[in-house]
C-alpha cells in the first residue's frame, strides 16, 4: 500500500511540474485602450493593465518596469493606479520613487525631440503571484486620431479591450485586419468597442513575420486624407542649397548623392507619426537640426531633389481597409517619386540602395562569387593562393591539406540552429538568390580526396544545388540557392529547413587535398 501511495505521490508530482512547464511567465488578466475624442478635437486616452506574475523570471527579466512614452509641449500625462496585488491579496501602492522621468532612447540623438519625456513605473511588492495593476491617462491637445493596435501581447491576455468614444459630431474610421472569432466589436451611437477574449501570446519563433501579419489589428483614424496635412513649404537655407549645387555628375547620379546623404548623414528619429500626433518641422528645420523622423527626412529628401532640377512628389503607401459601406487610407510609409527620362523611381529616405526606375528593381537580393584556386606543393607542403594573395590551409595530418571555401553571408543569411524542430507560424525569410563557382587547379602529385558532389533540391519556394566534380586537374565546384517566396508556410516548413542545413552543412565546403 505505501508503494502505490509513493507512486501516485510521484505521478501527482509529475503532473504539477509539466503544467508548471507549460504555464506561461505572466498572463493579463486584463488589458484597456480607451480613446475619448472631445468636441474640441482633444483626446483623452487611457490605459490599464492587470499583469499576473507566475515566474521569478517575469518580474526579475521582463515585467518589473513599465514605460510611458508623451511629449509635455502637448500632451499631460495622469497616473490613476499604480499598485501591486500581493499573492496573499494584500495591496501595496507604488512609493513616490517609483517614478522616474528619463530621455525616451529612441530620442537621444536629436535635439528637437529632447521634449519627449518617457516615465518609467518602477513596480514594486514583486513576487510569484503577484498582480501588477497600472492605470494613466495621456491627454492630447487638438489634433488627429490615428493609432494602429495589434491585438496581441508577450503573454496570454484573458481580456483586452479597445473602446473610442467620438463627439457627436465626430466621424471615427476603424478597421479589423486579421479578424479572429475571438474579438468582438459592438457600437452603440458614437460608442466604439472591441473585445477580446483568452487572446494567445506572441510567438517566440525566430524568423517570424511581423506581428501586424499573425495577429488581429485595429486601425483607427480620424482622418479622411493625410495628403490634406501635407506642408507647402520646401524651401531650404543657403547650405543646402550649396550642397547640392557642389554635386557632380548627371541628374541621376546627384539624386543618388542625395538619397546618400540623406539617409547616412541626417539622424533618423524613431518615433511615428502616431506619437508625435501628427506634428512635424518643414525641410529647412530637419535641414538644420541634422535629424528627423522617418517622414520629416522625406520631406528633406524631396526638397532636395527640387533644388537638384527634379519635380519630386511625397507619396505614402496605403493600406485601403473598409469601415461600414466606404473605404478608408491608413498609411503605412512615406516615399518619393520623381522622373527622369520618361522612367519612374521611388526613393525612400531611410534606404539608400542604388536607384532603380521602377519595375526595374531586383525582387531579390542577388550575391555571385567566382574565385580560383591554385595549390602548388613543395616535397609534403602543400599551399594555396587566389587572386588576393594566400589562402590559409588546415593540416591535417602528414601530407593531408583541408581547404575550406569561403562563402560570405551573401543575401541569404539564415543561422539555421535557430530553425526549431517544429513551427506554429511561418518563416519570413525574404527572396534571394546566391551563386558561387570556384574552381581549384591541382598540381600533379596532388590528389582531391573525395568524391564527385551533385545534390539538387527542387521545391515551390526555390532551389538548391551543390556540385563538386573534377575534370583534369581542376576542380569545379558551384554552389547555388535561390529563394523566391517572402514567407515559408508551416506545411512546407520541413522541406525548408532541409534544404537550409543541407546549404550550410560544413561538409560540402571543405575539400581534402593529398600530396603524393
Aim: aromatic content about 10%.
Amino acid at each position: 500500500m505505501k508503494k502505490i501511495t509513493t507512486f501516485v505521490a510521484m505521478l501527482v508530482v509529475t503532473a504539477v511540474a509539466f503544467v508548471m512547464a507549460q504555464q506561461p511567465d505572466a498572463e493579463y488578466k486584463l488589458l484597456s485602450k480607451k480613446y475619448v475624442v472631445n468636441a474640441d478635437g482633444s483626446v483623452d486616452y487611457t490605459f490599464r493593465k492587470e499583469l499576473k506574475l507566475n515566474s521569478q523570471r517575469a518580474f526579475f527579466s521582463v515585467y518589473g518596469e513599465s514605460f510611458i512614452v508623451y511629449n509635455p509641449e502637448f500632451q499631460t500625462l495622469k497616473i490613476n493606479d499604480a499598485y501591486t496585488l500581493r499573492a496573499n491579496g494584500s495591496r501595496v501602492d507604488a512609493p513616490k520613487n517609483a517614478f522616474v522621468e528619463q530621455l525616451p532612447s529612441a530620442c537621444a540623438d536629436c535635439g528637437y525631440y529632447n521634449a519627449f519625456r518617457e516615465m518609467v513605473v518602477v513596480h514594486t511588492a514583486l513576487e510569484k503571484g503577484a498582480t501588477i495593476v497600472l492605470d494613466y491617462t495621456i491627454t492630447s491637445k487638438p489634433g488627429i486620431l490615428l493609432d494602429k493596435i495589434v491585438m496581441a501581447e508577450d503573454a496570454p491576455v484573458a481580456k483586452y479591450v479597445v473602446s473610442v468614444e467620438m463627439p457627436s459630431a465626430g466621424s471615427l474610421n476603424y478597421a479589423l485586419k486579421n479578424p479572429s472569432p475571438k474579438v468582438v466589436m459592438k457600437q452603440a451611437g458614437s460608442q466604439y468597442t472591441w473585445t477580446g477574449s483568452n487572446l494567445p501570446q506572441t510567438t517566440a519563433e525566430y524568423y517570424a513575420p511581423s506581428a501586424e501579419m499573425l495577429y488581429p489589428v485595429l486601425c483607427l483614424s480620424s482622418l479622411n486624407d493625410i495628403d490634406n496635412i501635407l506642408p507647402t513649404d520646401f524651401s531650404l537655407p543657403a547650405s543646402a542649397a550649396d550642397f547640392v549645387a557642389d554635386l557632380g555628375g548627371n541628374e541621376l547620379h546627384r539624386a543618388q548623392k542625395i538619397l546618400d546623404h540623406v539617409v547616412s548623414n541626417i539622424r533618423l528619429n524613431k518615433m511615428s507619426l502616431a506619437q508625435t500626433g501628427l506634428r512635424f518641422r518643414n525641410a529647412a528645420e530637419v535641414w538644420n537640426s541634422n535629424c528627423g523622423n522617418a517622414f520629416e527626412k522625406t520631406l528633406l529628401l524631396d526638397a532636395m531633389l527640387q533644388l537638384a532640377g527634379f519635380q519630386p512628389q511625397v507619396s505614402f503607401r496605403y493600406d485601403t481597409l473598409k469601415c461600414n459601406s466606404h473605404n478608408f487610407y491608413f498609411p503605412l510609409s512615406e516615399y518619393v517619386t520623381f522622373s527622369w527620362l520618361d522612367q519612374k523611381y521611388e526613393l525612400s529616405a531611410t534606404n539608400n540602395d542604388k536607384i532603380q526606375p521602377v519595375g526595374k528593381s531586383l525582387n531579390a537580393k542577388s550575391v555571385t562569387v567566382e574565385n580560383k584556386y591554385i595549390l602548388t606543393a613543395d616535397g609534403k607542403t602543400l599551399k594555396c593562393t587566389d587572386q588576393k594573395g594566400e589562402v590559409n590551409l588546415s593540416h591535417i595530418a602528414e601530407g593531408y591539406y583541408d581547404l575550406t571555401l569561403e562563402r560570405p553571408l551573401g543575401a541569404f543569411g539564415m543561422l539555421p540552429g535557430l530553425l526549431v524542430g517544429k513551427r506554429t507560424v511561418p518563416v519570413a525569410c525574404g527572396t534571394a538568390k546566391e551563386l558561387y563557382h570556384y574552381t581549384v587547379v591541382l598540381p600533379q602529385n596532388v590528389r582531391w580526396v573525395g568524391k564527385p558532389i551533385d545534390v539538387t533540391v527542387n521545391k515551390p519556394f526555390g532551389y538548391m544545388q551543390i556540385k563538386v566534380v573534377q575534370k583534369g586537374n581542376e576542380l569545379d565546384v558551384v554552389r547555388s540557392i535561390s529563394i523566391t517566396e517572402n514567407e515559408i508556410p508551416v506545411s512546407q516548413y520541413a522541406d525548408f529547413k532541409a534544404m537550409i542545413l543541407q546549404w550550410t552543412d560544413e561538409n560540402y565546403k571543405r575539400l581534402v587535398f593529398a600530396v603524393e
